[in-house]
């Protein structure tokens, strides 16, 4: 499976994308939670960084911020494409993501059968790339979640 996916990966010359896109795993990490509640990556075009914005306030402000937060993603990516930072409004933002201190507990999610989880871990050890590793495993528990959920 690893073989065939980076295969593809090299084939379609989708590297620089999977990596300029590792900005929506690590959004929170690189602006920090104050600003994640208000932004939101939308879309990577081409080396621009589209963001979601809860308002124009929040938007003037980190337009201010563009540069600061352009060098932080080069720094957290170490070597991102991403050059430039466009805003765009989505009033959504702001009220659907709780602060910390206001979140309830989430509900205890049942852990994934560990013969599954076994044999699952056999199948991506020979990814030789642990962050891509990584990724694959927290997707697989992300699908394995929602499949008990139903």
């Not at 900005?23 to 939101?40: N, T």
């Not at 990516?77 to 009033?91: A, C, E, K, V, Y």
């Not at 999610?109 to 790339?129: G, N």
């Amino acid at each position: 499976m690893s073989e065939l996916l980076n295969s593809l990966i090299q084939k379609k010359g989708w590297k620089k994308q999977i990596s300029r896109n590792r900005v929506f795993l690590l959004w929170d990490q690189i602006v920090g939670e104050d600003i994640a509640v208000h932004a939101q990556p939308f879309v990577v075009r081409g080396k621009t960084l589209w963001l979601n914005v809860s308002d124009s306030v929040w938007m003037q402000q980190l337009q201010f911020q563009k540069m600061t937060i352009l060098e932080r993603i080069k720094q957290v990516l170490s070597g991102s494409s991403i050059n430039d930072i466009r805003f765009q409004l989505d009033t959504s933002l702001g009220q659907s993501r709780p602060r910390p201190e206001q979140q309830s507990p989430e509900p205890r999610s049942t852990p994934p059968d560990p013969q599954k989880k076994e044999k699952f871990d056999e199948m991506i050890s020979t990814l030789k790339d642990e962050e891509m590793r990584q990724a694959m495993k927290r997707l697989w528990l992300k699908i394995e979640q929602a499949k008990a959920r139903s």
